[in-house]
DNA sequence: GTCTATATACAGATAGAC
DNA sequence: GTCTATCTGTATATAGAC
């Protein structure tokens, strides 16, 4: 048996492996619905040597959880800084989280369904997180309202709705659908668009066929 | 100790609590996360006697679920029917799943995450009252692209994105924020019209401010 | 690093007295 | 309609041999 032995690139850690099989059943049947005897059994591994892997339940969960928010934080925070426009920043910051929901499904699914299962400093984590990168799009909003470019009242209510809008495409995109996953990311980013009103120096509105925009998968942690 | 006795119209009766308390926990620690004991306790009964007011835990998650979903399909249904303007029947569509999201937050919350919880005939009932809700969402988006209202290449993907923003006001709303219920449906039901980029005649954008609408709270099942 | 065996707590649900 | 007592299975986690 292969442990820790170098060997081709894309071969698979057990680690990997219990970590990848564990973000499946959480995503299918909860956190809670999930044993410590599935999760063995879904890494092909006894529960004995599952806790060779991990520390326990909860922290498993925490790193998926931390795993999944901490590059989107990062590329949001990055696009934000590079781009000046904020139409190109919003329009970027909804493409790539929509490409991450689309491509990562399941580990979004149980980052987004699984908070309540944490308490205490795990909770606090995860929270500090997710907040920090909900305040990426709060000022993404909010500063194209405050260049004129976007219309909106409430620019806090704005950049949740879109961010919760966005996020649910973990719960059903399909490789398979009616949209590719780059079309998927302009339809996004299109709506967004329409939804802050997003309007020209002349007032006509302003869609994303007129931005120039990096890749949706650009910006990798 | 009172039981099914006539009292005053607002007294709760021992079934209405245990339902509600079952949602406050539901929501706060998921189904899984909720024990029978924890039913119990904060019903003020005992196991069995929590026993006495329901089948069993599965049941009375189906229960809260289709007491959700069932009027808010009712209503919309409803509107779709009443409203020849498909760009006011989308806008009081929203506007009343917004209403009821913020209303009814927790029973939302509870719909919205649980539905892994179920297996079988269970979920089979509750998926299909789901997908025949979403599906009047769907003919709403359709019905404004085939009038040259709206302006989107994917009605079904618009549909449930819009559906998912709106979802998604039961896990924030506070009465105590800055928007009140009514600005808060109007907002969202604009935003949805912007996404949508709906246009009047003329080719300008068509704005929620445009529109005579019912209360949103209009259609109640 | 992997196993067998097991500790301890809690899950959902029920029996049967009153 | 409510209770005490309890059944049976499963939960998370660990001990200690190999």
Redesign the pocket.
Do not use: A, E, V
């Given at each position: 048996?292969r442990?820790?032995k170098a060997g081709k690139a894309n071969d698979e850690t057990?680690r990997q492996r219990v970590v990848r099989s564990a973000i499946e059943r959480f995503a299918d049947k909860g956190f809670?619905g999930?044993?410590?005897?599935?999760?063995a059994e879904a890494a092909g591994?006894?529960?004995?040597?599952l806790?060779?892997?991990m520390a326990?339940?909860?922290d498993l969960l925490v790193e998926i959880m931390e795993s999944a928010i901490a590059p989107l934080k990062r590329a949001a925070e990055q696009i934000l800084e590079t781009h000046p426009d904020p139409a190109v920043a919003l329009a970027s910051i909804v493409e790539h989280h929509v490409w991450a929901h689309a491509s990562d499904r399941l580990a979004c699914i149980v980052t987004d369904t699984e908070v309540r299962a944490l308490s205490g400093e795990r909770l606090d984590r995860v929270m500090a997180l997710r907040d920090a990168y909900e305040g990426v799009w709060k000022r993404a909003v909010a500063a194209g309202i405050s260049a004129g470019i976007f219309h909106a009242d409430a620019p806090g209510v704005a950049a949740r709705a879109l961010l919760q809008m966005a996020t649910g495409v973990s719960h059903w995109f399909s490789p398979s659908g009616s949209l590719k996953l780059d079309e998927l990311c302009r339809f996004y980013s299109d709506g967004a668009l329409g939804f802050l009103k997003a309007r020209k120096p002349d007032g006509s509105a302003l869609e994303r066929a007129d931005l120039e925009l990096p890749a949706p998968n650009h910006y990798l942690g």
């Open positions: 048996m442990t820790q057990t809670h999930t044993g410590i005897r599935d999760l591994l006894t529960t004995s040597t806790y060779h892997y326990n339940k909860d």
